[in-house]
Each structure stands twice: as C-alpha cells, then as structure tokens.
C-alpha cells in the first residue's frame, strides 16, 4: 500500500515561511495527486490544495491563494508545501493525503476521495 | 465558513445504530467520502463512492445519499467507533476540495 511520510515538527515566528515535505512511496508517484489538509487545534479538517504531478497542474484553495505554494520533485517521489506570512492561525497539523484519479466522461479527474494519509506535521506559530 | 455542513456532536448506545450526516449543495453532483479520526492520529477514509469500504473496514460503516445530504451510518456501533468523523466531497465547480466542520461521536 501506498507509504507517505512527512516531515517532522517546525516551531515559526510570525511573518516568516514554512516548507513541509511528503514523500511517497509504493506508489507510481506522477500518477498519484498529493493533496495538503490541515487540522488546526480543536478544528476540523481545511483542504488546501493538491498537485497532479503528471499533468503539472495545482489547485489551491481560495483561503489561500497567493501564500501557498505546492511543487513536486519527482526525482524522490517527495510534495513540497510552502505557506507564507504566517500568523498564529495557521498553528495546525498539516496533513498529506493521497488522491487517486478516474476516467469520467472521456475526461481524467480527481476522485475527490483521500486513501491514504501521512501522520502529520505539527507547526507552530509563535513568537 | 465549510461548504459542508455537520453536526458537531452525536450519540449512540453501545449495539445501537447511528446516522452521520452530512449536506451541502456539491453534494447533489458528487459523491460525499467519509473519514474516521481518532485522538492523535491522522484520519482514515472508511466510505468512498456510492457505498464503498476500503479494505479492512468493518461492514457496519455504510453511506447513503439523497438530495443533498449524505449520511454515514453505524450498524451495531462498537466502542472502538468513538471518534471523530469528517465528510468531504468535490466542491461547486468541481476543482476543488471541501470537507465538513466535523461530527464527534461519543458511543455511550
């Protein structure tokens, strides 16, 4: 089964950026969509975007259009997720989930459905 | 604000049934898929598609649709079901991805 394994624990000042990493494995990576979910405390689950790495196509949320940035090395199968201008709110679990696509109506889409998840990255916002 | 809508919290007796639901207007073009979340631990996918179980999931977990609600249900809820549980499906425009606020589910 498809392996995610996610970077470990970052602790950010205000304003400043973070980069978390999911590398996959088991899985024929330029086929297989990474989507990035967070969980900030008490909360629930926000999606924030995804790569198709085989298209080259990204969709982010619109919450966070403009400081997401999402890439794909796919030399070492890893997803790379870059939020900038942090502030305390974006204290959160980030998640990695991996994301399957189908043949619908002669067009190839996301199923739109998380399988397979990593364990998580906690990053703090504090000063 | 989330384009899916859920209960925060629900109940059910332990060996009882319990109905999830989920609403939103995405939902009467796709699919609702639902998650499992325990304390502490990443989420896990326990119902895809019309009515699909991964591997491994108990058959007690179902989904169900109608209009614009879906809803997970527990046939015979156990113990080890108390958890959270998250709804997601495509959005309006179908690009994109919404989850639901989350439902907690205590099994008393």
């Known amino acids: 089964q498809v392996h995610l394994v996610q970077s470990g624990a970052e602790v950010k000042k205000p304003g400043s950026s973070m980069k978390v990493s999911c590398k996959a494995s088991r899985v024929t990576f330029s086929s297989y969509i990474i989507n990035w979910v967070r969980q900030a405390p008490g909360q629930g689950l926000e999606w924030m975007g995804r790569?198709?790495?085989?298209?080259?196509?990204?969709n982010y949320a619109q919450k966070f259009q403009g400081r997401v940035t999402i890439t794909a090395d796919e030399s070492t199968s890893t997803v790379y997720m870059e939020l900038s201008s942090l502030r305390s709110e974006d204290t959160a679990v980030y998640y990695c989930?991996?994301?399957?696509?189908?043949?619908?109506?002669?067009?190839?889409?996301?199923?739109?459905?998380?399988?397979?998840w990593g364990r998580g990255t906690q990053v703090t916002v504090s000063s | 604000s989330s384009e899916l809508t859920q209960d925060p919290a629900v109940s059910v007796a332990l060996g009882q049934t319990v109905r999830i639901t989920c609403q939103g207007d995405s939902l009467r073009n796709s699919y609702a898929s639902w998650y499992q979340q325990r304390p502490g631990q990443a989420p896990v996918l326990v119902i895809y598609g019309e009515n699909n179980r991964p591997s491994g999931i108990p058959d007690r977990f179902s989904g169900s649709s109608s209009g614009n609600t879906a809803s997970l249900t527990i046939t015979g809820a156990q113990a080890e079901d108390e958890a959270d549980y998250h709804c997601n499906s495509r959005d309006s425009s179908g690009n994109h991805v919404v989850f639901g606020g989350g439902t907690k589910l205590t099994v008393l």
């Open positions: 989930a991996g994301e399957n696509m189908i043949t619908l109506g002669g067009d190839i889409v996301p199923v739109a459905y998380f399988d397979y």
């Open positions: 790569i198709i790495p085989v298209f080259g196509t990204v």
